[in-house]
Nanobody, 128 residues
Framework: QVQLVESGGGLVQAGDSLRLSCVAS????????MGWFRQTPGQERIFVAA????????HYADSVRGRFTISRDKSSDTVYLQMNNLRPEDTAVYYC?????????????????????WGQGTQVTVSS
């Protein structure tokens, strides 16, 4: 059973940067995509970014495009989220998710229910 472990969250000021990491504890043959979602109290978990595992094609939510960069290292089963120019509205718990869907075509699934394995989450707080 694969487990995901996130790290890298913290408290920063607006305009600062953070890099989140997510390591998969065991190799799985069905890693269609890895994604980052975020959640604030009382709200649903929403899509931030995802990357197809085989081809490494990134996809972003409009709210973070141009500021965040997702990447993956297949040799270590790790996905990263580089977050630049952070804003107070980026404050949330960030979760890493694994989608086992077999992808063909230039898209990723952006609904949290489509991701089958989740990490424990890491808090990101951006002060103004």
């Amino acid at each position: 059973q694969v487990q995901l472990v996130e790290s890298g969250g913290g408290l920063v000021q607006a305009g600062d940067s953070l890099r989140l990491s997510c390591v998969a504890s065991a190799r799985t043959f069905s890693m269609g995509a890895m994604g980052w979602f975020r959640q604030t109290p009382g709200q649903e978990r929403i899509f931030v970014a995802a990357i197809t595992w085989t081809d490494g094609v990134p996809h972003y939510a409009d709210s973070v495009r141009g500021r965040f960069t997702i990447s993956r290292d297949k040799s270590s089963d790790t996905v990263y989220l580089q977050m630049n120019n952070l804003r107070p509205e980026d404050t949330a718990v960030y979760y890493c998710g694994l989608d086992r869907h077999t992808y063909s075509g230039n898209y990723v699934r952006r609904t949290s229910r489509d991701y089958e394995v989740w990490g424990q989450g890491t808090q990101v707080t951006v002060s103004s």
